[in-house]
């Protein structure tokens, strides 16, 4: 079964002008940190809502909802788990140092915020989620669940390297 939700590029003008990450920021049937295990299937009645209502997973900083720092263009639900793919936004300060650190490996975790719809107990004491409402997506420092990561495209994190090194060089020629 695969559910998918691909947030449409129409709206944007130019593409490409971030640095695109992807990578799976939830597993089926591991256990993360505090016992909890995602079934196969848990999102998928989430990201069907989204699309219907033509609203989106949101790209947090440390989950925090003040500090968007860009567009998951695509949320999907595979067999292994919940695939990610999306872009940082350079004209976004907090994107620009997400950006740095994934560069510097300092940063390569995801985690998702949601609230629990559907959850059962397995006979170890678990939370089993079967459905889940899911909000968003962080860049984290520590996932929630180890195995949830990222990974960068080089060709972008490049052109990112680029705009950032102008956008510092035009503020200080402005401040100078």
Do not use: N
């Amino acid at each position: 079964m695969e559910t998918k939700f691909t947030r449409p590029l129409t709206d944007l003008t130019v593409q490409d002008d971030g640095l695109t990450i992807e990578g799976y920021a939830s597993l089926f049937g591991l256990p993360d940190q505090g016992g909890d295990i995602m079934e196969r299937g848990a999102y998928a009645k989430s990201l069907e809502r989204l699309a219907t209502h033509g609203d989106s997973v949101k790209m947090l900083w440390q989950h925090d909802p003040s500090e968007p720092i860009g567009l998951w263009e695509e949320v999907r639900e595979d067999a292994r788990g919940l695939r990610v793919k999306g872009r940082l936004l350079p004209e976004v300060a907090r994107g620009r140092e997400a950006a740095a650190l994934i560069r510097a490996g300092a940063i390569d975790g995801l985690s998702i915020g949601y609230r629990t719809v559907r959850a059962t107990k397995d006979s170890q004491g678990r939370r089993r989620l079967h459905e889940v409402e899911l909000w968003e997506v962080s860049l984290v420092t520590f996932p929630m669940l180890r195995e949830a990561r990222l990974a960068a495209k080089g060709a972008d994190l490049a052109l990112l390297h680029e705009m950032t090194a102008a956008v510092a060089q035009a503020r200080a020629r402005l401040m100078g």
